[in-house]
């Protein structure tokens, strides 16, 4: 009983370390590509001061995917919601903390 309880708890932690470590290598995916994608678009239109300047509309992590996929359509450019999706992740992690 005590040999079963032990492995499941073994088993259990593996899980969920062998998890965050997807979820790491996901979220910096997630992160290299938006950071591409805005590098390549974004700053045609604006600097980053947009981000970071004091009266920033953008207020929360909804509004940011909204505000990134008006752009986005905005100017034309051809982005799959994965797209969109890891430009916001990006803005979010380097720049808004939501």
């Not at 499941?8 to 995916?29: P, V, Y």
């Not at 604006?46 to 970071?52: D, R």
């Amino acid at each position: 009983m005590m040999k079963k309880l032990f492995l499941t708890i073994i088993t259990s932690i593996s899980l969920m370390i062998f998890s965050s470590f997807a979820q790491a290598e996901k979220n910096a995916e997630l992160y290299e590509h938006g950071e591409e994608a805005h590098e390549a678009h974004c700053n045609k239109c604006h600097t980053n001061s947009v981000y970071t300047r004091e009266n920033r509309f953008v207020k929360s992590m909804e509004a940011l995917s909204k505000q990134v996929k008006r752009c986005s359509e905005g100017n034309k450019i051809a982005w799959f919601d994965e797209d969109a999706e890891a430009v916001a992740h990006f803005l979010n992690e380097k720049y808004y903390k939501f």
